[in-house]
Nanobody, 127 residues
């Protein structure tokens, strides 16, 4: 069983920065692919970023590439999302997710890849 708890959300002005954290429980955190997704009101669940277990591979949505950075600290069982140059369209509930199954036939950009989810943290960017 894996439990994921997000933190770090809040209200920020456009152009500002926030750092989200995702604390994970579970003995094999360092073997999971981890990801961030977001959902804005009235919109579908959207992939944001993902990171391999070794942090050797990172993946980003085009909409956040160059502005967001995903990272992880396996010693602390924690994943991060540094968000810079925030825009009002980044407003959403952000969820962290863990892939504990390792199904390589499903893209890391698909929510179907992940079988554990946090409860989400609200990010609001004002214009």
């Amino acid at each position: 069983q894996v439990q994921l708890v997000e933190s770090g959300g809040g209200l920020v002005q456009a152009g500002g920065s926030l750092r989200l954290s995702c604390a994970a429980s579970g003995r094999t955190f360092n073997s999971y692919i981890m990801g961030w997704f977001r959902q804005a009101p009235g919109k579908e669940h959207e992939f944001v970023a993902a990171i391999s277990w070794s942090a050797g591979n990172t993946y980003y949505a085009d909409s956040v590439k160059g502005r967001f950075t995903i990272s992880r600290d396996n010693a602390k069982n924690t994943m991060y999302l540094q968000m810079n140059s925030l825009k009002p369209e980044d407003t959403a509930v952000y969820y962290c997710a863990a892939d504990a199954r390792g199904d390589i036939y499903i893209s890391v950009r698909s929510s179907a890849r992940y079988n554990y989810w946090g409860q989400g943290t609200q990010v609001t960017v004002s214009s």
